[in-house]
């Protein structure tokens, strides 16, 4: 890598020369393939070589002989010296004098120039000069000139050559700096050559060209190399075409640099025993050294840079994915695999569909899918005419005998021709007239073949003589058969995999090959608002599906959060406390002044201590208490606890909005959790706040446990899918969440909602106090919305339904501003039981009708934004059950999400099989 | 004093200090009479004009297979590092497109990442809230993976930028989630100090972006969710030196001037806006031509993704999340050239660009999974 820093290149070069203004410096066009007349030329060598004669490209050099200036040969030094040759030439044609021109071309002449020009575009079958106005022009002087030697006239046509030289100009222009260096070159020791004159130029041409590629190369180490290679590979065209050396019809991508035999393609050192990495494009040979700079990082396998994104030589098709020796030496492991799995499965190096045939017919993309995923596909398939008898599954080469069997009814390629196989025998098998090769297996195997009947074959081998109905027979049933088709070198039937019929519904999916892996986890994404139970729900999978959910190090970190939760929970209920305290003293006024006792006062030694804890908290450094207070301070936390002024505080919990629900559950057993020797269960994991990184990210791999029943339905399933489930905590009521475009590849999005948030407020972006609800609805609304997950399926849970039913006691659900229109229907008279309820011994409960109405709710509210279904678990996030058959659900979703394409394709499939036997 | 009191006096206090900030923000414009743009032309300055092959795709990285989130230079060596969704590192040499190293992450939800001032190692954050810190220099370990050399851990929400401080490979900014930025000390990986959080003056909503001053390295400029951005001394960890206003949006990057006394601001609010840290003031914002002329459809403006000053600074490099890549005359807030629109453009959202050390190359990375690199594309001599 270093050796890098050694070469000179472009990157930054700094300049240090005289100022120069911003117009004397060169300016190049951006070179568009298109643009350069390549395709134009190839054509032409198809035709015929008068025209050849006549084909002219650009002719710099011709343009000074022109104007008689013989000793302007271009050096191949810069663009400037170019330029400024070109000036030079300008000038002389703005003169009009150019002293020493002796060439002007008649009037009539021109108009006969630009017959034979028009006459040579119809030649070209249209196929353009790469679709150009200015080359054409080029086109055009060049021709004029070649007349203008032999005539001599008058300065109008002059005017002429001037203009079509001002479009060269133009040309020169748009092909770029580097083109135009490299391109002059054989085009005008072409037109030397033809001109006759001046027999010492062409090798001087010669060598500078040799000079030219030179300097190029050196500069491959700049940004610019992949143009200039391009451009090499164009010359290499014109050059062979010139030299009347015509190419195949197909435009086969040259190397862009000509060595001698043998010897690398950019160091030029070696000989032809010196190992050598072969480019799958464009059969340039590169030695060890120079492989990687060649090929870079191979993105689509061993191709030069500039070849990147052609497709390669059919010759090497059967080299794909095969390493050499050489690349594993130079890579390690991973990459060569990387780089091999690459080479193979990149589209670009896919087989070309319409190189292959089937009966006539190019195929396309999607056919040759189909057929090479079929169950029974042709082997190792190369481009080329094949016929393809779809009832029978008989295959081979266009004119020959069949070469194998592959999967019948697919439906590819045109309905088989009579003389697909260029057979004689009068005897035809589903429209193909049979060989005699097959004649004679036919006859050996016991088929009457007299009277040149009309076979109708099926792909089980049962055949019918056409227009009747009953099957005379099996031509593949007997033993004998198999051994004859093996000696007349004909294909029997393989077995088949797969019952008829169904055979190629689960490949339709995969017309792309798949680039990832099969065993890739299927997403989850769980999210949800702060407070919402994200969390437990996590908890609770990682419990349900891993055998060991927490490690005895998180087990530990765990008990040290738990710990301080709990001090932590302590302190608001003091807090809470010292509240209630002086709002009763407020309440009273000043009637018991002496006696300032109320039902919330602490005596004066927990005082102490809850003063202490107050204020380390409020210090921030709450962590430093219990490391090594938690012993001591146990008891007298546990006194604390249980003193009548905190049960008094406990008992008006709701009112303290800080104070988490699940505090309790560790408050009341104060005692166990203070203990040193306390290993949490996994109830209190569940229970516990904070355990996942809070505002992070934290995924579980699972997989469900196959149940008993599905073990028995699902005995061909071996590994059952997996599953990740991907938690993210929104901050506060989700604004700004710049992560939500990352989940693209998610499968479903489980959008968690804490049912109890209808009636707590909790603080918006704005400073505004906002019912939580609606900051969920809002959070719910933006994430459905969202590019990302337009097309993915939602999962909304509706979780702490437990205490959303106690709540519901309490305080009604219309307190909430959207939840208004809840009118409960009151289970008085027997009527209503059949209405909604799905169990009948009671009506149902008011949680209930509750929760079904806030799903409704949120199901409007998605198929307003989406027009889809939205589905809806209503989840205790502390039960397991509940948990399990939820993230079921999930999963349910997912397999039903999987399985709709299929179904259409079965409909598709019937229909094509039915039209591959009607033809 | 009741809480309810206490509330009552929050919120009057509140509604004080909004106040006081809008007439700030109106004295604050009536001060400015002009802005660089309207001078600059007063002055006969005229656009920058781009040639048609003074800026062409070059190079193609190709190998990332999922959407590329975050890219960075080494100083001295062309080298980049980048950052995909499809959980991998991979450090590139620029000139010859080859990868030097592929590492594979623990966490694949990546988000940033930055080259160390030596270039002998990289550190990248994202979702896990975590930033990790590879030595590229480490060997391998036995599944073939670089290992982490350290974890720098103690942000509460995803690190969503990370900068080394120039010329010192054991230190870092990185800006959170949650809220704050933080300067590290990689050898003890502890947090040096923390900018921002709960009980100081810091950014209100996450912080997206952070831009250590070339010149003074010890000021650095945040940018955040809560569409301002804020200038740090590191020395003061307390509160931010200053806050600049303006912005409609969330800002997303933040870059420094090359001459650290202004920085540039791109937001969601489709804008690019230049900031003095002098004076407070804001110098310019480049708007582009569509949006003006749309006027106040709010929902089809692109945001800016990310942000990059030529060496002096003329010229500013944007990119838009619809895959536009404007080249700005900063002195007349005039597109100049638009790489959205040339040959070999991005087909997705661009997510990120960087210049090179030395100015001659721009490498921009997107959600198309590749990264290209722009840069002069004629043929060069020396005359």
Same mark, same amino acid.
């Given at each position: 890598?270093? !050796?890098?820093?050694?070469?000179?290149?472009?990157?930054?070069? &700094?300049?240090?020369?005289?100022?120069?203004?911003?117009?004397?410096?060169?300016?190049?066009?951006?070179?568009?393939?298109?643009?350069?007349?390549?395709?134009?030329?190839?054509?032409?060598?198809?035709?015929?070589?008068?025209?050849?004669?006549?084909?002219?490209?650009?002719?710099?050099?011709?343009?000074?002989?022109?104007?008689?200036?013989?000793?302007?040969?271009?050096?191949?030094?810069?663009?400037?010296?170019?330029?400024?040759? =070109?000036?030079?030439?300008?000038?002389?044609?703005?003169?009009?004098?150019?002293?020493?021109?002796?060439?002007?071309?008649?009037? @009539?002449?021109?108009?006969?120039?630009?017959?034979?020009?028009?006459?040579?575009?119809?030649?070209?079958?249209?196929?353009?000069?790469?679709?150009?106005?200015?080359?054409?022009?080029?086109?055009?002087?060049?021709?004029?000139?070649?007349?203008?030697?032999?005539?001599?006239?008058?300065?109008?046509?002059?005017?002429?050559?001037?203009?079509?030289?001002?479009?060269?100009?133009?040309?020169?222009?748009?092909?770029?700096?580097?083109?135009?260096?490299?391109?002059?070159?054989?085009?005008?020791?072409?037109?030397?050559?033809?001109?006759?004159?001046?027999?010492?130029?062409?090798?001087?041409?010669?060598?500078?060209?040799?000079?030219?590629?030179?300097?190029?190369?050196?500069?491959?180490?700049?940004?610019?190399?992949?143009?200039?290679?391009?451009?090499?590979?164009?010359?290499?065209?014109?050059?062979?075409?010139?030299?009347?050396?015509?190419?195949?019809?197909?435009?086969?991508?040259?190397?862009?640099?000509?060595?001698?035999?043998?010897?690398?393609?950019?160091?030029?050192?070696?000989?032809?025993?010196? *190992?050598?990495?072969?480019?799958?494009?464009?059969?340039?040979?590169?030695?060890?050294?120079?492989?990687?700079?060649?090929?870079?990082?191979?993105?689509?396998?061993?191709?030069?840079?500039?070849?990147?994104?052609?497709?390669?030589?059919?010759?090497?098709?059967?080299?794909?994915?095969?390493?050499?020796?050489?690349? =594993?030496?130079?890579?390690?492991?991973?990459?060569?695999?990387?780089?091999?799995?690459?080479?193979?499965?990149?589209?670009?190096?896919?087989?070309?569909?319409?190189?292959?045939?089937?009966?006539?017919?190019?195929?396309?993309?999607?056919?040759?899918?189909?057929?090479?995923?079929?169950?029974?596909?042709?082997?190792?398939?190369?481009?080329?005419?094949?016929?393809?008898?779809?009832?029978?599954?008989?295959?081979?080469?266009?004119?020959?005998?069949?070469?194998?069997?592959?999967?019948?009814?697919?439906?590819?390629?045109?309905?088989?021709?009579?003389?697909?196989?260029?057979?004689?025998?009068?005897?035809?098998?589903?429209?193909?007239?049979?060989?005699?090769?097959?004649?004679?297996?036919?006859?050996?195997?016991?088929?009457?073949?007299?009277?040149?009947?009309?076979?109708?074959?099926?792909?089980?081998?049962?055949?019918?003589?056409?227009?009747? =109905?009953?099957?005379?027979?099996?031509?593949?049933?007997?033993?004998?058969?198999?051994?004859?088709?093996?000696?007349?070198?004909?294909?029997?039937?393989?077995?088949?995999?797969?019952?008829?019929?169904?055979?190629?519904?689960?490949?339709? @999916?995969?017309?792309?090959?798949?680039?990832?892996?099969?065993?890739?986890?299927?997403?989850?994404?769980?999210?949800?608002?702060?407070?919402?139970?994200?969390?437990?729900?996590?908890?609770?999978?990682?419990?349900?599906?891993?055998?060991?959910?927490?490690?005895?190090?998180?087990?530990?970190?765990?008990?040290?959060?738990?710990?301080?939760?709990?001090?932590?929970?302590?302190?608001?209920?003091?807090?809470?406390?010292?509240?209630?305290?002086?709002?009763?003293?407020?309440?009273? @006024?000043?009637?018991?002044?002496?006696?300032?006792?109320?039902?919330?006062?602490?005596?004066?030694?927990?005082?102490?201590?809850?003063?202490?804890?107050?204020?380390?908290?409020?210090?921030?450094?709450?962590?430093?208490?219990?490391?090594?207070?938690?012993?001591?301070?146990?008891?007298?936390?546990?006194?604390?606890?249980?003193?009548?002024?905190?049960?008094?505080?406990?008992?008006?919990?709701?009112?303290?909005?800080?104070?988490?629900?699940?505090?309790?559950?560790?408050? *009341?057993?104060?005692?166990?959790?203070?203990?040193?020797?306390?290993?949490?269960?996994?109830?209190?994991?569940?229970?516990?706040?904070?355990?996942?990184?809070?505002?992070?990210? !934290?995924?579980?791999?699972?997989?469900?446990?196959?149940?008993?029943?599905?073990?028995?339905?699902?005995?061909?399933?071996?590994?059952?899918?997996?599953?990740?489930?991907?938690?993210?905590?929104?901050?506060?009521?989700?604004?700004?969440?710049?992560?939500?475009?990352?989940? *693209?590849?998610?499968?479903?999005?489980?959008?968690?909602?804490?049912?109890?948030?209808?009636?707590?407020?909790?603080?918006?972006?704005?400073?505004?106090?906002?019912?939580?609800?609606?900051?969920?609805?809002?959070?719910?609304?933006?994430?459905?919305?969202?590019?990302?997950?337009?097309?993915?399926?939602?999962?909304?849970?509706?979780?702490?339904?437990?205490?959303? *039913?106690?709540?519901?006691?309490?305080?009604?659900?219309?307190?909430?501003?959207?939840?208004?229109?809840?009118?409960?229907?009151?289970?008085?008279?027997?009527?209503?039981?059949?209405?909604?309820?799905?169990?009948?011994?009671?009506?149902?409960?008011?949680?209930?009708?509750?929760?079904?109405?806030?799903?409704?709710?949120?199901?409007?509210?998605?198929?307003?934004?989406?027009?889809?279904?939205?589905?809806?678990?209503?989840?205790?996030?502390?039960?397991?059950?509940?948990?399990?058959?939820?993230?079921?659900?999930?999963?349910?979703?997912? &397999?039903?999400?999987?399985?709709?394409?299929?179904?259409?394709?079965?409909?598709?499939?019937?229909?094509?099989?039915?039209?591959?036997?009607?033809? | 004093?009741?809480?309810?009191?206490?509330?009552?006096?929050?919120?009057?206090?509140?509604?004080?200090?909004?106040?006081?900030?809008?007439?700030?923000?109106?004295?604050? !414009?009536?001060?400015?009479?002009?802005?660089?743009?309207?001078?600059?032309?007063?002055?006969?300055?005229?656009?920058?004009?781009?040639?048609?092959?003074?800026?062409?795709?070059?190079?193609?990285?190709?190998?990332?297979?999922?959407?590329?989130?975050?890219?960075?230079?080494?100083?001295?060596?062309?080298?980049?590092?980048?950052?995909?969704?499809?959980?991998?590192?991979?450090?590139?040499?620029?000139?010859?497109?080859? =990868?030097?190293?592929?590492?594979?992450?623990?966490?694949?939800?990546?988000?940033?990442?930055?080259?160390?001032?030596?270039?002998?190692?990289?550190?990248?954050?994202?979702?896990?809230?975590?930033?990790?810190?590879?030595?590229?220099?480490?060997?391998?370990?036995?599944?073939?993976?670089?290992?982490?050399?350290?974890?720098?851990?103690?942000?509460?929400?995803?690190?969503?930028?990370?900068?080394?401080?120039?010329?010192?490979?054991?230190?870092?900014?990185?800006?959170?989630?949650?809220?704050?930025?933080?300067?590290?000390?990689?050898?003890?990986?502890?947090?040096?100090?923390?900018?921002?959080?709960?009980?100081?003056?810091?950014?209100?909503?996450?912080?997206?972006?952070?831009?250590?001053?070339?010149?003074?390295?010890?000021?650095?400029?945040?940018?955040?969710?809560?569409?301002?951005?804020?200038?740090?001394?590191?020395?003061?960890?307390?509160?931010?030196?200053?806050?600049?206003?303006?912005?409609?949006?969330?800002?997303?990057?933040?870059?420094?001037?090359?001459?650290?006394?202004?920085?540039?601001?791109?937001?969601?609010?489709?804008?690019?806006?230049?900031?003095?840290?002098?004076?407070?003031?804001?110098?310019?914002?480049?708007?582009?031509?569509?949006?003006?002329?749309?006027?106040?459809?709010?929902?089809?403006?692109?945001?800016?993704?990310?942000?990059?000053?030529?060496?002096?600074?003329?010229?500013?490099?944007?990119?838009?999340?619809?895959?536009?890549?404007?080249?700005?005359?900063?002195?007349?807030?005039?597109?100049?050239?638009?790489?959205?629109?040339?040959?070999?453009?991005?087909?997705?959202?661009?997510?990120?660009?960087?210049?090179?050390?030395?100015?001659?190359?721009?490498?921009?990375?997107?959600?198309?999974?590749?990264?290209?690199?722009?840069?002069?594309?004629?043929?060069?001599?020396?005359?």
């Amino acid at each position: 890598m270093d !050796s890098n820093t050694d070469l000179p290149y472009s990157f930054a070069v &700094e300049y240090s020369g005289p100022p120069i203004s911003h117009r004397s410096l060169p300016r190049a066009l951006p070179i568009d393939i298109s643009k350069i007349p390549v395709a134009a030329v190839v054509p032409v060598s198809r035709n015929s070589s008068k025209l050849l004669s006549s084909m002219p490209v650009v002719q710099p050099i011709v343009v000074s002989k022109l104007l008689g200036c013989n000793d302007t040969i271009v050096s191949p030094n810069s663009v400037i010296s170019f330029n400024a040759d =070109k000036n030079c030439i300008g000038n002389g044609t703005g003169n009009g004098t150019g002293a020493e021109t002796e060439t002007t071309v008649s009037p @009539g002449f021109e108009e006969q120039s630009s017959g034979e020009f028009s006459d040579m575009v119809n030649n070209r079958d249209g196929v353009g000069l790469g679709g150009r106005g200015e080359s054409s022009g080029t086109l055009g002087f060049s021709d004029s000139f070649d007349k203008s030697r032999e005539f001599s006239g008058n300065s109008l046509a002059f005017r002429a050559c001037k203009e079509s030289l001002d479009l060269n100009q133009q040309d020169w222009v748009s092909n770029g700096s580097g083109l135009s260096l490299s391109f002059e070159y054989p085009s005008s020791r072409v037109s030397s050559l033809k001109t006759g004159d001046c027999k010492d130029e062409p090798s001087f041409d010669r060598k500078n060209r040799l000079i030219g590629f030179g300097d190029i190369e050196s500069e491959t180490e700049s940004f610019v190399d992949d143009i200039d290679i391009d451009v090499n590979i164009n010359i290499n065209i014109n050059i062979n075409i010139n030299q009347g050396q015509p190419e195949a019809a197909r435009v086969k991508k040259e190397p862009g640099v000509k060595t001698k035999k043998g010897v690398c393609y950019r160091c030029n050192k070696g000989n032809r025993f010196t *190992e050598k990495e072969v480019c799958i494009v464009c059969n340039a040979k590169y030695c060890v050294n120079c492989v990687l700079r060649a090929m870079g990082s191979m993105p689509e396998g061993r191709k030069c840079v500039a070849c990147i994104g052609y497709s390669i030589d059919e010759s090497k098709r059967g080299n794909l994915g095969k390493c050499s020796r050489m690349l =594993k030496r130079l890579l390690n492991n991973l990459e060569v695999r990387q780089v091999m799995k690459a080479e193979k499965l990149c589209a670009v190096n896919q087989l070309p569909p319409e190189y292959v045939c089937v009966n006539r017919k190019p195929l396309c993309h999607d056919e040759l899918a189909i057929l090479q995923s079929c169950p029974n596909p042709p082997k190792k398939l190369k481009p080329g005419n094949y016929w393809y008898d779809k009832v029978s599954g008989l295959w081979g080469k266009e004119g020959e005998k069949p070469s194998k069997i592959i999967s019948p009814h697919l439906n590819v390629g045109a309905p088989i021709m009579p003389n697909a196989s260029n057979g004689n025998t009068g005897v035809f098998i589903n429209g193909r007239e049979i060989t005699k090769v097959e004649l004679r297996m036919l006859q050996l195997s016991g088929v009457q073949c007299a009277g040149n009947p009309h076979f109708w074959v099926n792909d089980d081998g049962s055949y019918q003589e056409e227009g009747q =109905k009953n099957t005379r027979g099996y031509i593949w049933g007997k033993a004998g058969t198999k051994l004859v088709c093996a000696v007349l070198s004909l294909p029997v039937p393989s077995k088949q995999v797969y019952p008829t019929g169904e055979q190629f519904s689960n490949t339709l @999916g995969q017309s792309v090959p798949d680039y990832f892996d099969q065993i890739a986890p299927r997403k989850l994404l769980l999210v949800g608002c702060s407070g919402s139970g994200t969390s437990t729900i996590y908890k609770q999978a990682k419990i349900l599906y891993k055998e060991i959910p927490f490690t005895d190090e998180e087990r530990e970190s765990i008990k040290f959060i738990i710990q301080s939760n709990f001090y932590s929970y302590l302190g608001i209920l003091l807090e809470g406390c010292e509240r209630f305290e002086d709002e009763a003293l407020n309440n009273t @006024g000043n009637q018991v002044s002496e006696n300032d006792e109320t039902v919330y006062s602490i005596p004066p030694r927990l005082k102490t201590f809850s003063d202490w804890l107050l204020k380390t908290m409020v210090a921030g450094n709450l962590e430093d208490i219990f490391t090594a207070a938690t012993r001591e301070y146990a008891p007298v936390v546990e006194e604390l606890w249980n003193h009548p002024a905190m049960q008094a505080t406990y008992k008006r919990r709701n009112e303290l909005e800080t104070l988490p629900s699940v505090s309790s559950y560790f408050l *009341e057993q104060a005692a166990k959790i203070l203990s040193t020797d306390y290993t949490p269960s996994d109830v209190d994991i569940l229970y516990a706040e904070h355990v996942t990184s809070s505002n992070g990210l !934290s995924t579980v791999d699972f997989s469900f446990p196959l149940s008993l029943d599905e073990n028995n339905d699902k005995s061909e399933q071996h590994n059952s899918p997996r599953f990740q489930l991907i938690r993210v905590q929104a901050r506060g009521f989700g604004e700004n969440c710049k992560w939500l475009d990352m989940f *693209e590849d998610v499968r479903v999005v489980i959008f968690c909602i804490s049912l109890s948030d209808f009636d707590q407020y909790a603080v918006d972006a704005n400073g505004n106090l906002v019912n939580k609800m609606l900051l969920n609805k809002k959070f719910f609304t933006s994430i459905v919305t969202h590019p990302t997950y337009e097309q993915m399926e939602f999962l909304l849970i509706l979780n702490k339904f437990d205490v959303f *039913e106690d709540q519901l006691e309490r305080v009604p659900l219309t307190c909430c501003d959207w939840f208004s229109d809840f009118r409960p229907v009151v289970s008085r008279n027997s009527q209503n039981k059949n209405i909604s309820s799905n169990n009948i011994n009671h009506s149902p409960s008011m949680g209930q009708m509750a929760s079904h109405y806030v799903a409704v709710k949120f199901k409007k509210l998605y198929a307003s934004l989406t027009d889809r279904k939205l589905y809806v678990s209503v989840v205790k996030g502390l039960d397991p059950n509940s948990v399990d058959q939820t993230l079921k659900y999930a999963k349910e979703i997912l &397999e039903w999400d999987e399985e709709k394409p299929n179904f259409n394709f079965n409909e598709y499939t019937i229909y094509s099989s039915d039209s591959g036997s009607d033809s | 004093m009741s809480v309810a009191e206490l509330k009552e006096k929050h919120k009057a206090a509140t509604e004080t200090l909004n106040s006081l900030r809008e007439r700030l923000r109106d004295r604050r !414009s009536q001060l400015l009479d002009t802005d660089v743009a309207s001078y600059a032309k007063a002055q006969g300055k005229t656009p920058v004009a781009f040639g048609p092959t003074d800026l062409v795709c070059c190079r193609i990285l190709q190998g990332h297979t999922g959407k590329v989130y975050s890219l960075d230079w080494t100083p001295e060596k062309n080298r980049i590092v980048s950052a995909s969704q499809d959980g991998r590192l991979i450090v590139w040499n620029a000139l010859t497109s080859q =990868k030097t190293h592929a590492i594979k992450l623990p966490c694949a939800w990546v988000m940033t990442c930055a080259f160390s001032p030596t270039g002998q190692s990289v550190a990248c954050g994202g979702l896990d809230s975590v930033c990790s810190i590879f030595d590229l220099n480490a060997a391998l370990d036995k599944d073939g993976n670089l290992p982490v050399s350290r974890m720098l851990t103690g942000h509460k929400g995803y690190v969503s930028c990370c900068q080394y401080v120039a010329d010192d490979d054991t230190r870092l900014i990185t800006g959170s989630g949650d809220q704050t930025c933080v300067l590290w000390d990689i050898t003890t990986g502890l947090r040096t100090s923390v900018f921002g959080g709960e009980y100081q003056s810091g950014h209100t909503a996450d912080v997206s972006s952070v831009s250590i001053n070339g010149s003074n390295s010890r000021i650095f400029v945040s940018g955040s969710c809560d569409a301002t951005a804020r200038l740090w001394d590191t020395r003061v960890a307390s509160r931010a030196v200053r806050t600049f206003y303006g912005h409609e949006g969330d800002v997303n990057p933040v870059k420094f001037f090359p001459d650290g006394n202004r920085f540039g601001t791109g937001s969601d609010d489709g804008t690019c806006r230049l900031f003095d840290i002098r004076t407070g003031h804001q110098l310019q914002v480049y708007t582009p031509h569509q949006q003006q002329q749309k006027g106040d459809s709010i929902t089809s403006i692109p945001s800016v993704t990310s942000i990059a000053f030529s060496i002096s600074g003329r010229l500013l490099f944007t990119s838009y999340s619809n895959g536009d890549v404007f080249v700005w005359d900063t002195l007349l807030a005039e597109v100049v050239l638009n790489l959205g629109t040339l040959q070999n453009s991005h087909e997705a959202r661009v997510s990120c660009l960087g210049l090179s050390a030395d100015g001659s190359a721009l490498c921009t990375g997107s959600w198309d999974t590749s990264l290209k690199i722009w840069a002069f594309g004629g043929h060069r001599t020396v005359i």
